[in-house]
């Protein structure tokens, strides 16, 4: 395995830069059931699907809306500005289509190579370079091309929270950890090694807390702060879009073999039978 470093791509804008062939990426309109870019991209240990992906000269620069997609960020197209906005959790890839500049998290960088084909914006693996927690890595012992990417998604917790999260059919919006996860359920401090929080807009009680106890935490001191969030919860929409009261009234808070566990979701107990199953993972780690 070896760190992608200079790639020596030639700028390669293949058509014409307009507003309309790249609104057509912007706005997820299928560019084609082939594929032509002929590299396996793996992220965070799973392989994508590369389908509706073309072809790219260079073979190596990176398709940003579908790696951000994937890393559970988003893609956005700004027509006025005719430039796009591409988030990796608090990163923000930024592409002018005025003069082909890059910024990333608006501080310019240069990157090896960028371009569009078919509606699709690629950048040069580069411009990942100095995230905390990016390596984008080439695998030359694979006989076809092959491109590992990992995030700080790639954590085994971080995991769990999304698969909890998709089973169960939980809308989110806000994602807190650590010390700031703490202080928005008025946790007793330094109750967790480790933890992750998503809530939702205030049209929904959505809400999943997943965290390894610390050593020597009060459990029940845990468990009595997530369950006041819950109350708290259950008393708001008690009378304001009421038809969500039956998901708090199912809500979970669980602790289990040094774990802790809240959920207010559609399906509690495909979050909870899912939790079950992470905890019996790392325990038999």
């Known amino acids: 395995m070896k760190k992608i470093g200079t790639l020596a791509l030639t700028l390669a804008l293949a058509g014409s830069m307009t507003v309309p062939a790249l609104a057509a990426e912007e706005t997820a309109v299928p560019i084609s059931a082939d594929t032509g870019y002929g590299t396996a991209l793996v992220l965070n240990g799973e392989t994508l699907d590369l389908t509706g992906i073309p072809g790219v000269e260079g073979g190596t620069l990176l398709p940003l809306r579908l790696l951000a997609e994937a890393d559970h960020g988003s893609a956005y197209w700004d027509e006025e500005n005719n430039e796009s906005w591409f988030y990796f959790g608090d990163n923000r890839i930024t592409v002018s289509f005025t003069d082909n500049s890059v910024?990333?998290?608006?501080?310019?960088?240069?990157?090896?190579?960028?371009?569009?084909?078919?509606?699709v914006t690629f950048v040069s693996a580069d411009v990942?370079?100095?995230?905390?927690?990016?390596?984008?890595?080439?695998?030359?012992?694979?006989?076809?091309?092959?491109?590992?990417?990992?995030?700080?998604?790639?954590?085994?917790?971080?995991?769990?929270?999304?698969?909890?999260?998709?089973?169960?059919?939980?809308?989110?919006?806000?994602?807190?950890?650590?010390?700031?996860?703490?202080?928005?359920?008025?946790?007793?401090?330094?109750?967790?090694?480790?933890?992750?929080?998503?809530?939702?807009?205030?049209?929904?009680p959505?809400?999943?807390?997943?965290g390894k106890l610390a050593e020597g935490a009060d459990e029940e001191a845990v468990k009595a702060a997530l369950d006041a969030h819950r109350q708290a919860q259950h008393d708001t929409f008690s009378w304001y879009l009421s038809q969500n009261l039956p998901k708090v009234e199912d809500a979970r808070?669980?602790?289990?073999?040094?774990?802790?566990?809240?959920?207010?979701?559609?399906?509690?107990?495909?979050?909870e039978a899912a939790f079950h199953a992470y905890v019996e993972a790392q325990t038999q780690a």
Do not use: C
């Open 103 to 119: 910024t990333v998290n608006d501080a310019p960088v240069e990157v090896d190579g960028v371009a569009v084909v078919g509606g």
């Open 206 to 210: 959505d809400t999943l807390v997943l």
């Open 253 to 271: 808070i669980l602790v289990e073999n040094g774990y802790a566990f809240y959920l207010i979701a559609e399906d509690a107990d495909a979050g």
């Open 128 to 204: 990942f370079d100095g995230w905390e927690g990016y390596t984008v890595n080439l695998n030359p012992e694979l006989d076809v091309n092959h491109i590992d990417i990992t995030t700080p998604n790639n954590d085994p917790m971080v995991k769990a929270a999304y698969q909890i999260m998709e089973d169960s059919g939980m809308a989110y919006a806000m994602r807190t950890e650590g010390s700031e996860a703490e202080q928005a359920f008025q946790l007793p401090e330094g109750s967790f090694e480790q933890v992750i929080a998503f809530t939702s807009m205030n049209t929904t």
